[in-house]
């Protein structure tokens, strides 16, 4: 059981129950700081009714006032006249959004899907939006970040917390948000319909990159795509007025430009030149193919209303055979299929280096459209075609042998063709030549024949070389001897021709001493003769003869008279006197005669000594003793 109350407690129970129904009486309401007080009246004194279609009170007609009560206490609301709901305020999170929906006001005129934007302090002031000429439906503008009173009877008020019941998605009341590198296509979904002629809005100023619906349709925007685009960052975008798509930037790698076709812009003024006759060149905002190309980097472009070719500045290799490159360009190219004149058929490989230079890339898009175009319709014919005439003109042996003047032929030519299309042909090279099978049959055959020959010729100049090697080995061997042989020889050949030069220089010698003798002796002789002859003139031959023997023994000292005279007297020692007389003679000196055999010209015999035999001319010798 609970315990009874006192005195003192049904006391302070009848003050305040006294105190409520004096409030009642009152017309006491009270607001809390956090909320909001909705009126509803519920009778009207003055008669007034709401004009037609009308929600919302002005004038204190009955029904939803348009004054909301603040936070505080209010007097004057009786039960009876008045119902006050109590509403809690409008928090809008940091990163999110909130749409109204206005249940009151003018009708939204035909050509227009969200009501315009008037004064209102961001729909806090219901009076004011209605009077400002307010307009129901979805409003084209937003709340952000923030708390708000609102009047709800007017408002709804769409936030992330609530976006499923008003059959939308959260994130779509999410602040959007852009990545660095991307860029944002923008689509509006209100405002004038877009010029006839054209795909995309043209650039409106000052609406915040559309964070100002109201300005955008003020400045005469287009509904539909826009050619503005939206940069990274955060936007507070209202997701009834337009819709973004996020797109990669426009990457440009190095060693390529990138050409921008424009399918929007205000004027089509052709900045290329009389000279160029083969398109259009526009300056960068303008309808068409922009004169000035896009250099390696990222770009922020609108890729649904622009298209961006990219071209190669560095040297570009097209293949007409089985192999493709990374570019892919010439994926579609195959072995050229020529004929000679000859009547073969055969398919020959090419490669074609081109370069496309920066400033003639527009040239060349504006002429052909893209890249696979000029492999296509310009590359491929131009290169396809030179290659089959030029085949005519030869055998095909003509053409395997003489490939490298074919080559530079036909790099001229094409460096030439394709000068007038703004394309540098860098060179142009022949690869693979197929033959047909049986005529490289023929040439296989013959080269395997040349080849044994070759290999014969070459097997016999070894057996050749090594004779050769084992008939300098063998010399090697013997070279010693080989050596001492040829030593031996040339030192015999030497002293032979020493000894018979000796031998020469001897008889020369002996020759020429003979020849002065006989020389000498035949001009003593002659003179002898002169002289001989000359005395016989003058004293006759007798008397000169006997003048010349008289002489001869005076100068030769012989003696007619004995030195020593043995004589018998009738003495006995006259043998002995003799003998003394001899020895002492010999003792002085006095030497006998040598005898010199002197030819007296005309005498036919020799003069001797008295002590000596004589020499008769016929050789036989007469002894003759002194008398």
């Known amino acids: 059981m609970g315990k009874a109350l006192g005195f003192p407690g049904y006391w302070s129970i009848g003050i305040l129950g006294g105190v409520a129904i004096a409030a009642s009486c009152a017309g006491l309401v009270v607001i809390s700081e956090r909320e909001v007080g909705i009126v509803v009246k519920k009778v009207s004194f003055s008669g007034r009714q709401l004009p037609p279609g009308r929600l919302i009170a002005l004038n204190g007609e009955a029904g939803y006032q348009a004054d909301t009560l603040a936070p505080g206490w209010h007097w004057g609301y009786w039960p009876w006249q008045f119902s006050v709901r109590k509403e809690p305020m409008i928090v809008v999170p940091q990163g999110e959004i909130a749409l109204i929906v206005a249940n009151d006001g003018d009708s939204i005129p035909l050509e227009r899907i969200l009501g315009k934007v008037v004064p209102c302090d961001n729909f806090q002031d219901a009076r004011e939006f209605l009077t400002n000429a307010g307009e129901k439906g979805r409003q084209i503008g937003f709340l952000t970040a923030g708390t708000y009173r609102i009047n709800t009877a007017l408002f709804k008020v769409i936030t992330a917390a609530n976006a499923s019941s008003y059959d939308m998605r959260p994130e779509d009341l999410a602040v959007y948000s852009l990545q660095s590198d991307k860029v944002g296509v923008v689509t509006t979904l209100a405002g004038a319909p877009i010029d006839p002629g054209e795909i995309a809005g043209s650039p409106i100023p000052d609406h915040d990159n559309f964070q100002n619906g109201q300005k955008f349709i003020e400045q005469g925007g287009r509904r539909g795509l826009q050619q503005q685009i939206l940069l990274s960052g955060s936007w507070n975008l209202n997701p009834w007025f337009v819709r973004v798509e996020q797109v990669p930037m426009t990457e440009i790698p190095i060693g390529y430009v990138g050409v921008v076709v424009s399918f929007v812009g205000d004027s089509e003024d052709d900045v290329s030149g009389a000279a160029f006759t083969h398109g259009n060149l526009v300056k960068a905002g303008n309808k068409g193919v922009w004169v000035q190309p896009l250099y390696p980097g990222k770009h922020p472009i609108n890729s649904r209303v622009m298209k961006v070719e990219l071209v190669p500045t560095i040297n570009i290799v097209l293949n007409w055979s089985s192999r493709t490159e990374r570019h892919k360009y010439d994926a579609n190219l195959e072995a050229l299929r020529v004929r000679s004149n000859d009547g073969f058929a055969f398919d020959l490989e090419v490669s074609q280096i081109i370069h496309v230079g920066a400033l003639d890339a527009p040239k060349v898009i504006s002429r052909v459209g893209s890249m696979q175009n000029l492999v296509d319709n310009v590359l491929e014919p131009s290169v396809g075609n030179y290659f089959r005439n030029s085949a005519q003109d030869y055998t095909v042996l003509d053409f395997l042998n003489a490939r490298s003047e074919r080559q530079t032929e036909a790099a001229e030519y094409i460096k030439t063709a394709l000068r007038s299309y703004d394309v540098q042909a860098i060179d142009t090279l022949i690869g693979d030549i197929q033959p047909p099978a049986e005529l490289m049959q023929t040439q296989i055959d013959r080269k395997m024949a040349e080849e044994q020959r070759k290999t014969f010729e070459v097997q016999q100049m070894a057996q050749t070389q090594r004779q050769q090697l084992v008939r300098e080995t063998s010399l090697a061997d013997i070279q010693q001897e080989l050596v001492k042989s040829e030593q031996s020889v040339t030192i015999a050949e030497l002293k032979a021709n020493a000894q018979i030069k000796q031998a020469t220089g001897e008889a020369e010698s002996i020759r020429l001493k003979a020849s002065g003798e006989a020389s000498a002796i035949r001009d003593t002789g002659s003179a002898k003769a002169d002289t001989y ?42 043998l002995v006197d003799g003998l003394l007389s001899l020895i002492l003679w010999n003792q002085t000196g006095n030497q006998p005669f040598d005898p010199q055999h002197l030819k007296v010209p005309g005498a036919n015999e020799t003069i001797a000594s008295p002590t000596q035999p004589k020499i008769a001319s016929n050789g036989v010798s007469k002894s003759e003793a002194p008398s």
């Open 533 to 574: 002859r000359a005395g016989v003139e003058a004293l006759g031959e007798h008397n000169y003869t006997a003048m010349q023997v008289m002489q001869i023994i005076g100068e030769s000292q012989v003696r007619l008279i004995p030195d020593v005279l043995v004589g018998s007297n009738g003495g006995n020692n006259g």
